[in-house]
Structure formats: C-alpha cells, structure tokens
C-alpha cells in the first residue's frame, strides 16, 4: 500500500516541480529585463548568518506547515526559479553561474527534498485522511529532516563564504 502511494505522490511531485519551474522560467523570459537591477553579493559571517537564518526559517516553515506546503513551494521553486532567470539574462552565464555554485549545487536539490518531504505527509493526511498516518510519516522521516538540516547549515556557510572564492576562480579561468 505505501508503494503505491509513495509512486502516485513521485509522479504527482515530479510533474508539480516541472510546471512550478517551467512558469518560473517563462515568466523570467517574458518580463522587461532592465526592471532589475543586479547587485552585487555579499559574503562573510553576517551574510552566511543572514542565509542560514533564512534557510532555517524556511525549512521550520515546511516542517510545522505541510498543510500549505504546495502553496510555499509555488513561491519558493516558482519564485527561485524566476530570480535565477533574470539572473542569467541581467548578468549572463558565467556570473549566474558563479552566483549559484556551489552552494546551489547543495541548496536546490535539498530545498527539493525537504519540500517534497513536507508534501507527501499532507499527501498522506490526503490520502488515508488519518492524521494519526501523516504524523507517522513525518515520525519515520526524522532523521531525513536532519540529514535535510546540516545540509542547509552546510550551504549557507559556503554561500556565506565561497561564493567569494568561486568568483575568484571563475575570473581566473580555473576551470576552462
């Protein structure tokens, strides 16, 4: 019974992902460019403080919310997904790029997880209608959601930090 259930949510989740991502993209693509402006990133403790303060907010908000979670990923991926798409045509490749890696290299595929983590336990409330079986879930998913955390406090300090360093290398053609 939860493999069937668990292949109806990857299905569901894979192509809700997709859609949440493409809209972002072609929205990116369709707005006036020269109505953003790119500013130049921060680094450091204060900066990695801030992104890990934002990324631990945002994660407590999947947890403790899963009854809304499609709704916060509608923002999150739709809203990412359109910020990194003005990016590459505001900056270009190679500056969106530098950007995003490496911590967007750990960052993205997490956000992914620990959303669809806080999706399948509603889509589990939604299914069985037993909220006894959601809370289950979310039981056995403990120690992913911590996996899912260090992940976050290991992003935010090579966001806070090495994107400075992955600037300079890129600059200095490190690895063309």
């Known amino acids: 019974m939860i493999h069937k259930r668990l292949k109806y949510f990857l299905w569901?989740?894979?192509i809700y992902c997709i859609l949440?991502?493409?809209?972002g993209i072609?929205?990116?693509n369709i707005v006036n460019k020269d109505l953003f402006e790119a500013t130049p990133p921060t680094s450091g403790q204060e900066f990695m403080s801030v992104v890990?303060?934002?990324n631990l907010t945002n994660f407590a908000m999947y947890l403790l919310g899963f009854l809304l979670s499609p709704l916060f990923q509608i923002m999150d991926f739709g809203g990412s997904s359109f910020v990194i798409t003005m990016g590459f045509r505001t900056l270009g490749a190679q500056e969106a790029l530098s950007k995003?890696?490496?911590?967007?290299l750990l960052e993205f595929p997490n956000m992914l997880f620990y959303q669809g983590i806080s999706q399948y336990?509603?889509?589990?409330?939604?299914?069985?209608k037993s909220m006894k079986a959601a809370l289950g879930v979310m039981k056995k998913m403990i120690p992913y959601y911590l996996l899912s955390l260090v992940i976050l406090i290991i992003a935010a300090f090579i966001e806070g930090y090495d994107s400075l360093l992955f600037s300079i290398m890129i600059n200095h053609r490190w690895f063309y």
């Open 52 to 54: 890990l303060q934002h």
């Open 100 to 104: 995003l890696i490496p911590h967007g």
């Open 20 to 23: 949440l991502i493409g809209t």
């Open 121 to 128: 336990v509603l889509f589990t409330l939604i299914y069985t």
């Open 26 to 28: 072609y929205l990116g």
């Open 12 to 14: 569901y989740y894979s």
